[in-house]
């Protein structure tokens, strides 16, 4: 039974992320939205409710806020992650999140080869 099961998706407020997310709600997981806006992240957990399962009162969220480009170590992910979904039944995780700048790699400057990594 689904209902206890947990969809987890990086850069789930927007685009494609928010897409996996309205799916996963309407399959029956509790979604949790891990992204660098809690304002947004509760926007659109909000809409996902409204859109895929109002009025279901077993229906879950959570919200993570996290910078993927400025966490470094293990225990900063531990810290800001982990630890949060240590008890969840984790069914699913879309891991959509992603940084990228065009052009020649060599012109990038330090930081942005960092945010990339």
Known sequence: MLDSSWAVVTGGSDGIGLGFCKKLANEGF?????????????????????????????????????????????????AAIADKLQDL???????????????PFLELTDKEVEMHI
């Open 30 to 78: 509790n979604i949790c939205i891990i992204s660098r806006s809690e304002g947004k992240i509760n926007e659109k957990l909000e809409e996902i409710r409204k859109e895929c399962r109002d009025g279901d009162s077993s229906f879950k969220t959570m919200a993570i806020t996290a910078d993927f480009c400025q966490m470094r170590t293990i225990e900063e992910y531990r």
């Open 89 to 103: 039944d984790v069914g699913a995780l879309v891991i959509n999140a992603g940084f990228a700048l065009g052009g």
